[in-house]
């Protein structure tokens, strides 16, 4: 059962990190976009 | 066995996780550059294409007229507009109320048919019939229940405009009309906005890849009739015609500014036919094209014929497998209180279980990150309410599509085996 332990599990936390990254990115990028639609539209502005 | 099952679990994670990152990526790059571009719809039309927009309506009285009204109204050049709405096969008073518009002061003297017909093969016996009648050089289909914005036409042409000899069709983009209804149409409406917003709009920005949807959508009339038509067979008759177009090396375009508001299910029995007509209308696509994937299709098709049965195989047994194993486990969890010595077949070698549970979590929370950037694009939709309600969607709506895809798989086998055939379903409207 462990035979294939000693290489995935290392896998697992590789992969685990990468997509973590990607998606800690990814949230930042929504939320400065997020904030720049707001800015764009909200409080009466009118948009170009 | 239960090792096997536990890392095609986790290998279908990732893969879902990364196909999401990829096209969130995507879509954010094409929501930036979209921002930034700028538009003048008063301009000068006069070098624009002839264009035949069909209708197909059956039964359709509640909205009908409404809907030839907004095609009328359109912001485009009503010498290069015809109109033809096909009264398919109605019961009710569909044709009645178009000719009823057709005799108004405004409307008298524009290029519009009623176009009553008696004939078979649903709505691309409809299209199919009609387009012999189609004179404009683009063809442009809205369902009868469709509100297209003012300037919808004229941007789906614009776009066209842009290239004319690659884009073959060029597809809008649609947004639930009802979304306030109640609660399943507020879910749908988050479903419509994500895959609008975040696929289509990476599918495009990434990859130049597009599929025209049922409705506001134009398409070359020469290579709609180079294709033959609508298929009659095909339950997703748009996802049929898209593999046609590209499989010609051309492309579909996104125009993502050509709004059309159209009509959600707002009772679940109606939803439950739809999705299940589109979930056997993709397994059809996926079998007719599977075999794309190893004739040297162009790499576009192939590419999304991957999407397709990513999608609908893969994630979907991956789903069952994931929700199998946690059955499993809670239900070896009680017996272990009365039995201790009862053990779960699938008990995960050190620390598997976690990286599998991070894998999940992970997944949950780019799809309630997708939801939310969809929303942040869409003005007035990023609000508290749908935040709360893409938490849930996850496990309330979401869950919905593995019920319909095994419903889908059930009849698609019973069809085979006895022979019958499907039905083509019309989604009933609200008036």
């Known amino acids: ?48 | 066995m239960s090792d096997g099952l536990m890392l095609f679990v986790m290998l279908s994670i990732w893969a879902a996780v990364l196909q999401s990152i990829v096209f969130m990526a995507g879509a954010i790059r094409f929501l930036m550059k979209e921002r930034k571009e700028k538009w003048d719809a008063s301009q000068d039309m006069s070098h624009f294409p002839t264009v035949t927009v069909l209708i197909p309506a059956h039964n359709e009285e509640l909205v009908i007229a409404a809907t030839a009204e907004n095609v009328l109204n359109l912001n485009y050049p009503p010498e290069k507009l015809q109109l033809i709405v096909i009264a398919d096969n109605c019961s009710d008073t569909t044709a009645n109320r178009l000719y009823r518009l057709k005799k108004m002061a405004p409307y008298q003297d524009r290029n519009f048919t009623v176009f009553e017909r008696k004939g078979t093969g649903g709505k691309s016996g409809a299209l199919n019939d009609a387009l012999e009648q189609a004179t404009g050089e683009w063809i442009c289909i809205f369902d009868a229940d469709a509100a297209p914005e003012r300037n919808t036409l004229f941007f789906l042409i614009t776009k066209a405009l842009e290239d004319p000899e690659r884009y073959g069709a060029v597809f809008g983009r649609n947004k639930a009309r009802n979304r306030g209804q109640n609660l399943l149409s507020q879910f749908i409406n988050l479903e419509l906005v994500t895959v609008q917003r975040i696929y289509h709009t990476g599918m495009w920005q990434l990859f130049r890849i597009g599929t025209i949807p049922g409705t506001n959508f134009i398409i070359k009339s020469d290579l709609i009739r180079e294709i033959g038509g609508w298929d009659v067979n095909a339950l997703t008759e748009d996802t049929a015609v898209s593999f046609e177009i590209m499989q010609r090396g051309k492309l579909i375009a996104l125009a993502s500014r050509a709004e059309a508001y159209q009509q959600e299910p707002e009772d679940l029995n109606v939803y439950i036919k739809q999705r299940t007509r589109w979930a056997q209308g993709n397994f059809y696509v996926i079998m007719t094209n599977i075999k794309h994937l190893f004739n040297g299709s162009p790499w576009r098709v192939q590419l999304l014929v991957l999407y397709y049965a990513m999608g609908y195989l893969w994630f979907m047994l991956a789903i069952l497998a994931s929700d199998f194993i946690l059955v499993i486990n809670l239900i070896f969890v009680v017996l272990s209180l009365f039995d201790s010595s009862l053990t779960s077949p699938f008990r995960f070698a050190e620390d598997l279980y976690v990286y599998l549970m991070m894998s999940g979590a992970l997944m949950y929370y780019l799809y309630v990150l997708q939801i939310n950037l969809a929303l942040a694009s869409d003005i007035g939709q990023s609000t508290t309410r749908n935040f709360i309600l893409s938490c849930l969607s996850y496990f309330t709506y979401s869950q919905l599509f593995i019920v319909l895809s095994l419903k889908a798989v059930w009849n698609l086998t019973v069809n085979k085996l006895t022979g019958r055939k499907t039905k083509w379903y019309k989604t009933q409207r609200f008036g």
Request: glycine content about 6%; overall charge positive.
């Open chain 1, 1 to 48: 059962m462990t035979s294939y332990i000693e290489w995935f599990l290392p896998l697992c936390s590789g992969v685990n990190l990468f997509l973590m990254t990607c998606v800690l990115v990814l949230t930042g990028m929504t939320l400065w976009f997020r904030a720049a639609v707001n800015r764009s539209y909200d409080r009466g502005k009118s948009h170009e």
